[in-house]
């Protein structure tokens, strides 16, 4: 909790989040007795951040209280991110709490593009949060008094001992469903719970995982799909991670047994999904299902099982085969499907994935830039499968190009609606590779008879053929002194320069006015986007340099593609100043009509994809030389653009 003393308007960053930065005191570090002059501007600062809704960041007015929660310290400025800050401000002269004025932006979404915890920035203030702010009022105004007998500005704040207004509030532990817990419910995500025993693992460093249910549903959990996991089940299991005494007493829990676990805290994982957490074995009591009359809780938990199993009994579970055109996305689905792999990203820092197809349209599957290879072509037929538990380890033999069945794959809607994943999981195998010629192989014949159909409705445009207008060949100009990107890429000798003919196929990243980035003049380390300084040198008005970083993916008329850096040395750029390109709109446009006639239409092909909508790509053929290098002791070759004409 603090008084803001300086806030600067929102902006988007180099990645395109919206930021904004305020100045914040409190009675810690002001003290009326050390004021001589204006405090606006003064105290620490914090940078907020938000990934779509320019209305999620705070607003407040210079004088306003604000309370805000989850914010990363460690440094100079604090840090609110995306997916941790929550706010509310107190307007003084009103005494009222308010987050703003929200326009078309949601109360909330859940995170990981809409599948994870349902999240909101907006926090609801209690009781002695608003005696708090009413505190800080207080002193807010004995400071301004103090302020308006002198015109000086204010020469040094240090940071004195003083005691905190902000007022604790006093929550007890509540015993919550799955399905109401939540790390925002107080007292900070910590609930009690009763639950059967599902499974339960050791984990190599000592946790151990814990899966449990009280048949209630959750959505904002991993959804668990595993052969021990009844199908209807999926999202109504909770996965406790338990550490130190916690671990070992989960370890003597047996399945179908009946516990009451105390003190679990619900968190984020780092997937963006919910799950719980507990430390401590102590007040955890294994239950008797005889005994069902003296713990309530125990006895509601039966009979939602009991209503489980009644109505589940009349379901068919079997998992059909479905062409993923054909699947509805409601309620718990799953289904077996035949599939082509198009590409695989283990992405060790986060949740792996793979992307198929089989060659059928599903309105609510996204669009996927044409950056990526595999994606062309293939509008609303991609899906991208998120992978989970075993999963994990046997997504390592996936081959691409080649076709596969998946079983248990269930489709899900993100919480605003607007698109559809995968999700795969369990520790039994559900992804088997199929023999691409087993002709006694009926779903295999259909994907590849929709391939083919496919196929001839998208024909692959061969840039051999007479050309359009707009679109040359490299059968119209002189081979002396080329090289085709086949032999660039197949060449020994390194370093080199090339020249080569061919066309701008795509370009990273995906808008221009992200072409700039900024470099420290001291260390010249890369500054993260979202600072606006180097952190070690931290001095913003004289380390900052900017420097124009982009990529050009090049094909020539034999369809193969070379990535090219495209930096200050390039001729292309020549006589134009690297700036801020979100602040500076005439550097823009002057970077936009220097390249328009080499990229041709990529800009509206790329505004096309974000609007959903399919637009032919026009690009001209062009002359280009090129450096290749190696970086330090990366075997890796990297290509860099020098020189560009048009064919």
């Known amino acids: 909790m603090a008084l803001v003393t300086s806030v600067r308007p929102p902006k988007k960053t180099t990645k395109n989040d919206w930021c904004t930065s305020l100045t914040l005191v409190d009675p810690s570090i002001l003290q009326e007795d050390g004021i001589c002059g204006s405090v606006e501007g003064q105290g620490s600062r914090i940078n907020c951040f938000t990934r779509k809704y320019e209305q999620w960041l705070p607003s407040p007015q210079v004088g306003d209280v604000i309370i805000l929660r989850g914010v990363k310290l460690g440094g100079p400025t604090l840090v ?47 009781g002695p949060e608003l005696t708090a702010c009413l505190r800080y009022a207080d002193w807010w105004r004995a400071v301004s008094k103090i302020v308006e007998k002198y015109a000086a500005r204010v020469h040094q704040l240090g940071p004195e001992d003083a005691p905190s207004y902000a007022a604790r509030g006093s929550y007890g532990r509540v015993h919550r469903l799955i399905t109401d817990a939540s790390p925002d419910q107080q007292p900070r995500g910590f609930f ?36 021990w996991c009844p199908p209807e089940l999926g999202d109504r299991i909770l996965k406790v991670e338990m550490w130190d005494s916690a671990s070992a007493l989960g370890q003597t829990m047996e399945t179908g047994e009946y516990w009451f676990l105390r003190n679990c805290k619900m968190k984020v994982s780092r997937g963006g999904y ?111 499968v998120v992978l989970w538990d075993g999963q994990v380890d046997m997504a390592k033999n996936i081959e691409t190009g080649s076709f596969y069945t998946i079983r248990n794959l269930r489709l899900l809607p993100s919480t605003t609606g607007d698109y559809i994943q995968g999700r795969l999981g369990g520790a039994e195998r559900l992804i088997n590779k199929l023999r691409s010629g087993d002709s006694t192989n009926e779903r295999l014949a259909t994907l590849l008879q929709n391939k083919q159909r496919w196929e001839e409705g998208h024909p692959k445009i061969d840039h051999r053929q007479a050309d359009s207008p707009g679109t040359t060949s490299t059968k119209d100009h002189p081979r002396n002194g080329f090289s085709t990107i086949r032999e660039i890429l197949s060449s020994q000798i390194c370093p080199n320069k090339y020249r080569t003919t061919a066309r701008i196929r795509d370009f990273f990243p995906f808008n221009l006015n992200n072409f700039v980035m900024r470099r420290c003049k001291y260390c010249d380390k890369r500054i993260d986007d979202q600072y606006k300084e180097c952190r070690a040198c931290l001095d913003v008005d004289s380390t900052v340099k900017h420097l124009f970083c982009f990529f050009f993916l090049m094909e020539d008329d034999d369809g193969r593609e070379l990535l090219v850096s495209v930096s200050d040395e390039c001729s292309l750029l020549g006589g134009l100043t690297p700036t801020d390109l979100d602040e500076d709109s005439e550097a823009l446009q002057d970077l936009t009509n220097r390249l328009k006639p080499f990229i041709g239409n990529l800009v509206e092909a790329h505004e096309g994809i974000s609007n959903g909508e399919e637009v032919d790509k026009e690009v001209p053929m062009l002359n280009i030389s090129i450096d290749a290098w190696q970086n330090g002791g990366n075997a890796a070759v990297s290509y860099g653009l020098m020189n560009v004409q048009i064919a």
């Not at 190599?204 to 009280?214: H, I, P």
């Open 274 to 384: 919910l799950e719980g957490t507990m430390q401590e074995a102590r007040g955890v009591v294994k239950l008797e299902e005889s005994e069902s009359d003296h713990h309530p809780h125990l006895a509601a938990l039966l009979q939602r099982k009991s209503d489980c199993e009644q109505h589940n009994s009349e379901r068919d579970l079997k998992f059909e085969h479905k062409l993923i055109g054909d699947v509805q996305v409601n309620g718990v689905q799953y289904f077996t499907c035949t599939v082509e792999m198009l590409h695989v990203d283990h992405n060790p820092n986060g949740v792996p994935c793979c992307y198929i197809t089989d060659y059928t349209r599903h309105p609510d599957l996204p669009l996927i830039s044409e950056t990526n290879d595999w994606a062309r072509r293939l509008e609303r037929r991609i899906v991208k």
């Open 80 to 126: 609110g991110y995306h997916d941790q800050l929550k706010w509310v401000i107190f307007n003084p002269e009103k005494s009222k709490l308010h987050h703003g004025e929200k326009g078309d932006a949601p109360e909330s979404e859940g995170l990981a593009d809409g599948f994870g915890h349902e999240f909101s920035p907006f926090w609801d203030a209690q």
């Open 192 to 227: 009690d719970c009763t639950v059967e025993i599902m499974k339960g693992f050791l984990n190599d460093n000592g946790v151990y995982s814990l899966y449990v249910t009280d048949y209630t549903p959750n959505s904002q959990m991993t959804p668990v799909q595993a052969e």
